[in-house]
């Protein structure tokens, strides 16, 4: 059983900065993509940022320039670094691997965490 374990949420002002972090744990022994999505109140939910096994990334236009994504594939962790936040970019946060062990059907989501931007 795989689970996915995000953490770096909570309440910022705007102009702020907030570093989301998400473990990935169980039988692990490759992980294709990594990536974050978010989803507000009344809306659906949409990718942020995406990296692949082979460094290829894309990034939601909304937060290109402001939010890098990282993984560290030794820990089977993904990090979101958020700079520059806005109030719209209040959200929850769900962490995603997707083609996991080699099998591109496998795809495992994390509880998600609450990132809040005051104005």
């Known amino acids: 059983q795989v689970q996915l374990v995000e953490s770096g949420g909570g309440l910022v002002q705007a102009g702020g900065s907030l570093r989301l972090s998400c473990a990935a744990s169980?039988?692990?022994?490759?992980?294709?993509?990594m990536g974050w999505y978010r989803q507000a109140p009344g809306k659906q939910r949409e990718l942020v940022a995406v990296?692949?096994?082979?460094?290829?990334?894309n990034y939601a236009d909304s937060v290109k320039g402001r939010f890098t994504i990282s993984r560290d594939n030794a820990k089977n962790t993904v990090y979101l670094q958020m700079n520059s936040l806005k109030p719209e970019d209040t959200a929850v946060y769900y962490c995603?691997?997707?083609?996991?062990?080699?099998?591109?059907?496998?795809?495992?989501w994390g509880q998600g965490t609450q990132v809040t931007v005051s104005s």
């Open positions: 995603n691997i997707d083609g996991y062990n080699n099998n591109p059907r496998r795809s495992a």
């Open positions: 169980g039988i692990i022994f490759s992980i294709n993509a």
């Open positions: 990296l692949s096994s082979i460094g290829s990334t």
